[in-house]
């Protein structure tokens, strides 16, 4: 390696072990000044970064040189010497601040700081792009023991053989774990869960640590985040993908990995998040597809247990429908995927409708879901055999439909719900009969609307004005149907009971008409 002195043209040697900043400053198309710390020039530099962040010291590796037109450094004079401070404790190898009418004056204070700790900073001419040192800095490494190169070529090794070898999940990140000595997680820092199949979650205490650094960033995730729970140290590094994520590493040894290994880790990790992706869009498809034919009545009884034994689907078995989100439950049925839980997962309506075993999913799991997603859902008793898929399904619709619309909130059918809620078709049908009876025949022989204005009015909160709004219809008809209908059921709207019976009817006939 041969570099040309500024001081004169004859070719001079860099260090055997790559460039150091010395190099940099004798190149004289450089023109660069060193301006104080000529104690540190003898430093390595190991790459050379254009930053635009505040805090370079939070995303830059030791022995990065730092490239700024300046408007990132501090105003006042103490700031700077806190600023170039903390850029020495980090291990980066100088500053250059190009020439550029954003920057703010550089104090005498800063400089003096800069000679006592043995910081380069150097002044870079206008006229001298910032790609100039960067070519010098990489050439001049080529030759040098270049680990970066080793190890970011040992992680596209690990793709392939993923590829070649059908590794997933764990596997895969254990091998990528390896190259950097790390302990490493991909979770989704949202909902704090694991996105790879069988993996696990950092403590809670590293979810409030990470939102923390998020929040110190004016709510978003910078490139890397050093994260601290008592005396243990991660990185978390975003990773490309279409949904949140991030790569988290703890060093086993205590050195914490170069960020352009882990940067290139967590672009390998966004091709197992869509692996993972792909499964779970295959997974929702094909037990759609048994869900539907199982509802409706295309297999016999036997048939059917035994498709969904071939699922994993067998013992103990709970109906769950969900008012939610589409991505929301996509998130659910990720979650099941990862943690290797079968399940079938279908729509009824707006509706999402899953089956999964009873022991796999707790009722506290859910509700502490609901919460997070803020969905209403309602979960049927428990039932085995395929043949009771039916009843086990409008259960759990009808245990949805006690949660009001308004509120997130998990129901169980049969605990804690109405015990008006009937138990199967055939008890739907009789309930809505006995109750609506009287109104549904009137409007069958009168053409009149009873069944829509009771359910308007209700919806409404019992108010005729807002009920005449939606139905069109003037308030003193609205009036005069509801005094109508309390009289062909002979239940009154003062009472609380006989509006209840008067609304699960309702959520019954619904429900009932539905499945037919």
């Known amino acids: 390696m041969t570099r040309i002195d500024a001081q004169s043209n004859a070719p001079a040697t860099t260090s055997p072990n790559g460039v150091t900043v010395r190099d940099l400053v004798g190149l004289r198309y450089l023109q660069a000044t060193v301006l104080a710390g000529e104690a540190g020039l003898d430093q390595r530099v190991t790459w050379a970064h254009v930053s635009d962040a505040f805090d370079p010291w939070n995303w830059l590796d030791p022995g990065d040189l730092v490239l700024t037109c300046g408007y990132i450094l501090p105003e006042t004079p103490q700031d700077q010497v806190t600023f170039v401070e903390r850029l020495a404790t980090a291990g980066l190898s100088g500053l250059v601040v190009g020439e550029d009418e954003r920057c703010p004056p550089i104090s005498g204070d800063m400089l003096a700081a800069a000679d006592r700790i043995g910081f380069p900073v150097i002044f870079g001419a206008h006229t001298v792009g910032f790609a100039q040192y960067v070519r010098f800095v990489a050439a001049a490494n080529a030759r040098a023991e270049n680990q970066s190169f080793t190890k970011i070529a040992r992680v596209h090794g690990e793709v392939m053989a993923s590829l070649r070898e059908d590794l997933a999940g764990t596997e895969f990140v ?22 790879v199949r069988g993996a696990s979650t950092p403590a809670r205490e590293w979810k409030d640590a990470y939102d923390e650094e998020v929040r110190r960033s004016s709510g978003r995730a910078p490139f890397v985040m050093n994260l601290t729970v008592g005396d243990q140290n991660a990185l978390a590094m975003p990773i490309p993908s279409e949904r949140s994520a991030c790569l988290i590493a703890f060093p086993k040894g205590g050195v914490k990995p170069q960020l352009a290994v882990l940067q290139q880790i967590a672009a390998a990790c966004s091709l197992e998040i869509a692996r993972v992706d792909a499964e779970v869009e295959r997974a929702r498809r094909s037990g759609a597809g048994l869900l539907n034919d199982g509802l409706n009545g295309r297999f016999e009884p036997a048939v059917l247990t035994e498709l969904f034994r071939g699922r994993r689907i067998h013992g103990d078995l709970r109906a769950l429908a969900i008012d939610g989100s589409p991505a929301a439950v996509n998130r659910l049925a990720r979650s099941w995927l990862v943690r290797r839980i079968p399940f079938l997962l279908g729509e009824i309506g707006h509706v999402a409708i899953a089956v999964v075993r009873a022991d796999d999913v707790s009722q506290a799991d859910l509700e502490e879901r609901t919460a997070l997603e803020g969905w209403r859902a309602g979960i049927s008793d428990v039932f085995s055999g395929a043949g009771n898929l039916g009843d086990a399904v409008r259960q759990s619709r009808w245990a949805l439909e006690t949660v009001s619309p308004s509120v997130a909130a998990l129901a169980l059918y049969g605990d804690g719900s109405p015990t008006f809620l009937p138990r199967t078709l055939v008890e739907s049908r009789l309930a809505a009969d ?83």
């Open 174 to 195: 254990d091998r990528l774990s390896h190259v950097v000595d790390c302990r490493l997680l991909v979770v989704d820092p949202e909902m704090w869960e694991p996105l």
């Open 434 to 516: 006995r109750v609506l009876g009287p109104l549904i025949e009137y409007d069958r022989t009168q053409g009149s609307d009873l069944i829509q204005t009771l359910q308007v009015y209700l919806e409404c909160d019992r108010s005729p004005s807002r009920a005449s709004e939606q139905l069109f219809v003037h308030t003193q008809t609205v009036n005069y149907r509801i005094a109508r209908i309390q009289e062909l059921t002979g239940r009154s709207m003062r009472s609380t009971a006989d509006v209840s019976e008067l609304w699960f009817a309702l959520r019954a006939l619904a429900l009932s008409q539905s499945a037919q």
